[in-house]
Antibody, heavy 117, light 108 residues
Framework: QVQLQESGPGLVKPWETLSLTCTVSGGSLSVYYWNWVRQSPGEGLEWIGYIYASGTANYNPSLKSRVAISVDTSKNQFSLRLTSVTAADTAVYYC???????????WGPGNVVTVSS | EIVLTQSPDTLSLSPGERATLSCRASQSVSSSLLAWYQQKPGQAPRLLIYSASSRATGVPDRFSGSVSGTDFTLTISRLEPEDFAVYYCQQYGSSPFTFGGGTKVDLK
């Protein structure tokens, strides 16, 4: 059974860097692509980007200048860094496994991140 | 970027009724790579339908998806109490992947 779990701080100060990690259990990072998705309070879903186990990444242009996703296959983890955060980055951040045909089949429970001084 | 427009914003129905949710894409969705997700308060989205019309593992057959051109539809044939939730469509055929704004199915 594949499981994903986000971890990281729940509070980040304005203009600092948000860092989250997603740990994958019950399966390998190979074959699939690994995503970050966020949801602002009371809002819809926004795709942030993905990474393959090879390290190839793709980002949403709306965030591309501030985001980096990395992968550590030895730990079965992938991570998100979002720089220069503001209140607009306050959201629940989800990690999700993507597959070319089957979409985002597995999701983590989400990590609430609040940007505030 | 492909914009997905969902309608209606809210659908007020009773258990046992049929729900029809719409998702219109601003341009062609590559290989009909469109998914539907269900989200309940405090939970992550749950994949229901992928490739426009294929049910994900464990999804009841009262959920079905269809496509006509750039118009995608999610149908719930007979609403069960656990189906009252918010539903999102998503295209994952071309980057950036995008989601619709959601349709809330609530109790009439």
């Amino acid at each position: 059974q594949v499981q994903l779990q986000e971890s990281g701080p729940g509070l980040v100060k304005p203009w600092e860097t948000l860092s989250l990690t997603c740990t994958v259990s019950g399966g390998s990072l190979s074959v699939y692509y690994w995503n970050w998705v966020r949801q602002s309070p009371g809002e819809g879903l926004e795709w942030i980007g993905y990474i393959y186990a090879s390290g190839t990444a793709n980002y949403n242009p709306s965030l591309k200048s501030r985001v980096a996703i990395s992968v550590d296959t030895s730990k079965n983890q992938f991570s998100l860094r979002l720089t220069s955060v503001t209140a607009a980055d306050t959201a629940v951040y989800y990690c999700a496994r993507g597959q070319t045909v089957r979409g985002f089949e597995y999701w983590g429970p989400g990590n609430v991140v609040t940007v505030s001084s | 970027e492909i914009v997905l427009t969902q309608s209606p914003d809210t659908l007020s129905l009773s258990p046992g009724e049929r729900a029809t949710l719409s998702c219109r894409a601003s341009q062609s969705v590559s290989s009909s790579l469109l998914a539907w997700y269900q989200q309940k308060p405090g939970q992550a989205p749950r994949l229901l339908i992928y490739s426009a019309s294929s049910r994900a593992t464990g999804v009841p057959d009262r959920f079905s998806g269809s496509v006509s051109g750039t118009d995608f539809t999610l149908t719930i044939s007979r609403l069960e109490p656990e189906d009252f939730a918010v539903y999102y469509c998503q295209q994952y055929g071309s980057s950036p992947f995008t989601f619709g704004g959601g349709t809330k199915v609530d109790l009439k």
